[in-house]
Nanobody, 119 residues
């Protein structure tokens, strides 16, 4: 199974920026499609952004133009650059597979990283 370690979260003011990182333990990382998800209290986990092995990007409407997903295949790291943050972006952020039609399927979740945006 694939393992994930997310980092980079924190407390930031409205309009600020953060860059999240996810180290992925998977020797097939370069061939994978990866995604960032988030879960706010009392809500279901939602897909925020995804990137395929071929570089196809997808963003949730709520983050388009503000968030950028990227990857470093030499270091097995997935990134999420978040800008112009809003209080509604407050959530625990996770990385995982689960992009339809791509390796890997959803794996056991990591611990996530908390992002809190103050108004």
């Amino acid at each position: 199974q694939v393992q994930f370690v997310e980092s980079g979260g924190g407390l930031v003011q409205f309009g600020g920026s953060l860059k999240l990182s996810c180290t992925v333990a998977d020797r097939f990382f370069s061939m994978s499609a990866m995604a960032w998800y988030r879960q706010a209290p009392g809500t279901q986990r939602e897909l925020v952004a995804s990137i395929t092995n071929g570089g196809i990007l997808h963003y949730a409407d709520s983050v388009k133009g503000r968030f950028t997903i990227s990857r470093d295949n030499t270091k097995n790291i997935l990134f999420l650059q978040m800008s112009r943050l809003k209080p509604e972006d407050t959530a625990v952020y996770y990385c995982n597979g689960g992009v339809p039609g791509y390796y890997p399927d959803l794996q056991p979740w990591g611990q996530g990283t908390q992002v809190t945006v103050s108004s």
